[in-house]
């Protein structure tokens, strides 16, 4: 259909346009009927011939405009055919409809009404028909459907990956691209330029004009070529009035055909991969790069809500630490803890237990703690932070939470410990900070074996 | 009024009349609203978006919601859960106090070559001048802690603790006039309206105490200069409530705290649930979210008559320390009592202070100045790190220092041996953060010998912005507010997190 000459096409792109017409004149002819009917203005149903007759010049052009647009091939040809031949049917059936109405031809009069009515409901049947398909071809068929609340099917999720150097590149990274920015009109349905560009060995075959890849050579491919002209070239891709792809997915584009040799089966690992590209590709799959010192959180189920509530009504305040981690700070305000009062302290440590592992930062400043507690605390082995200031702990309890192997800091100012714990601090890993003002411990404590230590402990400022 | 009616409606017959009517602009307003309503149900998961207007949620349920963020926030592990922002008003002299130049000296007078300037246009106040003559610092430099950083001797007490600080060196800004800058500064837009950073984390991370504003704002007493006003510390187009409080700078930070001679303030909580209650029934008829906040803000108010007096008492911190804050410390208002204020609205769960000490716009006799602000400030600068850092908060607690642009290595006016002005500089200027998630004794950033353009790591506002907010576990580009058909950020488009200055 080469021969299709551009004069020809430029009248076919009216097709659009005009459609409207007929759809317009005949939806109104069926609800001029109807009212006429209800309210008996015979004032109304007199304007329904010329409504019909107009529907029935306007379809008759937009199908020759339509099939002439047809011509241009980008369409695919079931749906098509649907479409065209939809089209001409409801042209034929308005003609008659309009011919009946205006007596051309008789039909007993009896019969006539429900004759009218009939005909005008199936030419908006067929309309509608004729519109979905029409649509279809233009949008692409998930189109009407993609966002509705109902029947959604649940496209085939890619497995979750743990490092983006395992990633497949064409299918964890350009489809997606291609799939947001190219395939509404590259596809089996719409197929611009003969192109298709949802599966493999359609973009192998390539379009109209040729392969659109060139394995090794993205500058030279023309995948590339058309996203990277000045955008009011005429071959520029995507058109005027979509989404223009990003510098970041032009780059991914770029990379997969130049350093994977445009490779269907090669991974991110497998390939040479600049450091910008591994940037980008782990911003797509939600794989922010760790950073570095950073000590790997933790995966908790959700806690229940009458532990948590529980946990509430004892006076301390929780705070999620990452959304929806399940990571918290937990806080017991100063002064909670009294004299009048110590022994709930117990009671609220076993509680605040039942959510051991959930806690990353623990404060309980100034609430007459004491080494009895330090315990139940010992089991909080997720810890990283713990502030225990301004309260009765001795080395006994210290003693007691040297385990807590992912502490990095720990906050006992005002208490009553010794050089004894620096001992018992060297046993925490992690740990990288000791604040030790106004305890036992001084200055000349700290000279000894100085070197050796891997933490700071921080006794005056 | 009554107890046992749950609807309030009056028995007059003319305001009967009025509370039936609607009138236009609340009718549009509300209507809008249901459709919009509307539109978000079928937006969201139609599940969730229905649920909440079905029955309403049981007190548990809303226990077990509150510590989950609204807004899905943090979104990764913070750092830092609370801020001291001391905002050094005027733009301080950063080749005074810490950019240190040497080879300024043998440049004494000189004109600065055309080639440094790079035709940037100058302000009106230096722009005229036939020359531009080099002033070099006229204070001695030493290079101090592990660090060996560089720190003027206008800042005995500062270089002190230069080993807890994160220098940035290489700061960059759009503005070139107070105003713009400090609004720029404090709501990443030159033009006043937008939130300010204290109110941005307070929307987005909420209260760590309730009896107490989550942004509390200190002007010290002891800094005169270019005004600065309420909307710095203003919450832009976010809920009012997340707006800074000014606390004023003297005896009574909050006025009218006292009970009024003669009322014993014993049915004071009633009063307030009964406006409570009449607040609700006019929230629920027009929907108007002023109306939440003025309600928040008088169980604010009310709380406050206890937890104010109990956090700006500071009789009963030791001697030692308002030794080491200073003399000044002990007369409340100046800029290091405030400092020792600071310390203590932290203690007690406040997220943001922001402290401003005016002065430091030195267009002429710069070195005086400079002495005369430094004498006011370094030490209670310096004892806050210490204090904090004894106490175990600069752990969890960003501190920042720096003004709003920096000041020009030439002469504004006549320069003499012992006398120089200086203009203002956007190009270049340091700042320094200390505390939670920053690396201590270190240095971003250079400036060429002239200390007037970035040579290497320039930090622009933006990205300083972006930084801070990402040590609070907020990603800068998600924390957004609708507002007028767009979403704002801090960063509104712009910004990168300098991972550079994290540890």
């Known amino acids: 259909m080469n021969e299709t000459t551009d004069f020809i096409l430029f009248l076919g792109r009216f097709h659009p346009l005009v459609v409207h017409l007929p759809i317009g004149f005949l939806f109104f002819a069926f609800l001029l009927e109807l009212y006429g009917k209800w309210k008996n203005t015979p004032a109304l149903t007199a304007a329904i011939p010329l409504a019909l007759l107009s529907g029935v010049i306007s379809a008759a052009v937009a199908c020759i405009l339509g099939y002439m647009l047809s011509l241009g091939g980008d369409y695919s040809e079931s749906t098509l055919d649907i479409h065209f031949w939809f089209g001409i049917a409801t042209t034929i059936i308005t003609f008659l409809a309009w011919l009946i109405r205006v007596e051309k031809i008789n039909i007993s009069k009896p019969n006539s009404i429900k004759s009218n009515i009939s005909l005008l409901t199936l030419i908006v049947v067929l309309l509608s028909i004729t519109g979905h398909y029409g649509g279809n071809l233009t949008h692409g068929s998930d189109y009407l459907t993609k966002y509705a609340p109902f029947g959604k099917v649940k496209k085939q999720a890619l497995a979750p990956l743990a490092k983006v150097e395992d990633a497949n590149i064409y299918s964890y990274l350009v489809n997606p691209i291609l799939e947001n920015k190219c395939t509404s009109c590259h596809n089996t349905d719409k197929k611009k330029g003969g192109l298709m560009l949802h599966d493999s060995i359609s973009i192998l075959k390539g379009g109209k004009n040729g392969e659109v890849l060139i394995a090794g050579n993205a500058s030279k491919s023309e995948l590339i070529r058309r996203v990277l002209l000045e955008p009011h070239h005429d071959d520029f891709m995507p058109p005027e009035g979509k989404t223009p792809l990003t510098e970041e997915e032009i780059t991914i584009l770029s990379y997969w055909i130049d350093n994977a040799n445009a490779d269907f089966n090669s991974n991110v690992g497998t390939v040479k991969t600049p450091e910008t590209v591994l940037e980008i590709a782990s911003n797509m799959l939600g794989l922010g790069e760790k950073e570095k010192g950073e000590i790997d959180l933790p995966t908790m189920g959700a806690i229940d809500d009458v532990v948590l509530n529980d946990i509430l009504s004892e006076g301390f305040n929780l705070r999620e630490l990452v959304y929806e981690s399940n990571l918290y700070e937990v806080l017991l305000p100063p002064n909670t803890i009294i004299e009048s009062n110590t022994n709930q302290l117990d009671v609220k440590l076993q509680k605040l237990s039942k959510i051991k592992d959930h806690i990353l930062w623990l404060y309980i400043e100034d609430n007459l703690l004491n080494d009895s507690h330090m315990k139940v605390i010992n089991q909080f082995q997720n810890l990283q932070k713990i502030v225990i200031s301004k309260n009765h702990i001795t080395d006994a309890g210290i003693s007691e939470i040297k385990n807590l192997s992912n502490l990095s800091s720990i906050n006992l100012y005002k208490t009553a410990i010794s050089k004894k714990s620096l001992d018992y601090f060297s046993k925490m890993k992690n740990l990288k900070k000791v604040y030790a003002w106004q305890t036992n411990i001084s200055e000349k404590d700290l000279e000894t074996s100085k070197s050796e230590r891997f933490f700071e402990v921080i006794v005056k400022p | ?503």
């Not at chain 2, 107070?178 to 909420?206: D, E, K, V």
């Not at chain 2, 020792?340 to 710069?366: N, P, S, T």
């Open chain 2, 1 to 503: 009024m009554c107890d046992h009616h749950d609807i309030l409606k009056s028995n007059n017959k003319d305001l009967q009349s009025v509370e039936k009517q609607i009138d236009r602009r609340y009718f549009l307003k509300k209507t809008s609203l249901g459709l919009g309503a509307l539109a978000l149900g079928s937006l969201l998961n139609t599940e969730k978006a229905w649920s909440s207007i079905g029955t309403p949620e049981s007190t548990e349920a809303i226990l077990a919601n509150y510590n989950k963020n609204r807004l899905g926030l943090p979104h990764h592990l913070p750092k830092a859960k609370r801020i001291i922002y001391l905002f050094q008003s005027g733009g301080p002299s950063q080749m005074d106090l810490f950019d240190y130049k040497p080879k300024l000296v043998d440049m004494f007078g000189q004109d600065l070559p055309k080639s440094v300037i790079g035709g940037q246009r100058l302000t009106g106040m230096s722009g005229s001048q036939s020359t531009l003559p080099i002033a070099p610092s006229l204070f001695k430099f030493k290079q101090y802690g592990e660090s060996r950083t560089w720190v003027s001797e206008l800042m005995p007490h500062l270089s002190e603790v230069v080993d807890d600080l994160c220098f940035m060196k290489g700061m960059q800004t759009d503005q070139i006039n107070h105003t713009p800058a400090i609004t720029f500064f404090q709501t990443g837009h030159q033009l006043p309206g937008r939130p300010s950073i204290g109110s941005w984390l307070s929307y987005g991370l909420g209260s760590d105490n309730e009896n107490l504003p989550t942004f509390i704002t200190l002007v010290s007493k002891n800094g005169k200069g270019q005004p600065l006003k309420a909307s710095l510390w203003g919450n832009g187009f976010l809920p009012t409530e997340h707006q800074g409080v000014q606390f004023r700078s003297g005896k009574d930070p909050v006025l009218y705290l006292n009970n009024p001679d003669n009322y014993d303030g014993n049915d004071r909580k009633k009063m307030l649930d009964y406006l409570d209650k009449l607040n609700t029934i006019q929230h629920d008829a027009y929907g108007d979210p002023e109306i939440q906040a003025r309600m928040a803000q008088y169980e604010m108010a009310y709380k406050m008559q206890t937890s104010v007096p109990e956090v700006t008492d500071t009789s009963d911190e030791p001697d030692h320390i308002f030794e080491m804050y200073g003399k000044d410390s002990r007369d409340p208002g100046t800029y290091a009592a405030n400092c020792l204020m600071a310390r203590k609205l932290l203690e007690k769960g406040v997220k943001f202070v922001q402290l401003y000490h005016q002065g430091w716009d030195q267009h002429i006799f710069c070195p005086g100045g400079l002495r005369n602000q430094c004498q006011k400030t370094d030490q209670g600068t310096a004892a806050l790190i210490k204090d904090l850092k004894q106490r175990g908060m600069l752990d969890d607690t960003l501190v920042i220092w720096g003004g709003e642009f920096g000041r020009t290595v030439y002469s504004q006016g006549q320069l003499t041996d012992q006398n120089y002005g200086r203009d203002h500089h956007p190009k270049a200027f340091t700042m320094w953060m200390a505390g939670a998630g920053v690396k201590p004794g270190f240095s971003y950033g250079e400036t060429d010998d002239f200390s007037y353009n970035v040579t290497k790591d320039p930090l622009h506002v933006h990205d300083f912005h972006a930084t801070l907010l990402h040590l609070f576990g907020i990603d800068h580009e998600r924390l957004t507010f609708k507002h007028q058909g767009r979403r704002y950020r801090l960063t509104d488009v712009h910004g990168h997190v300098v991972k550079d200055l994290l540890t």
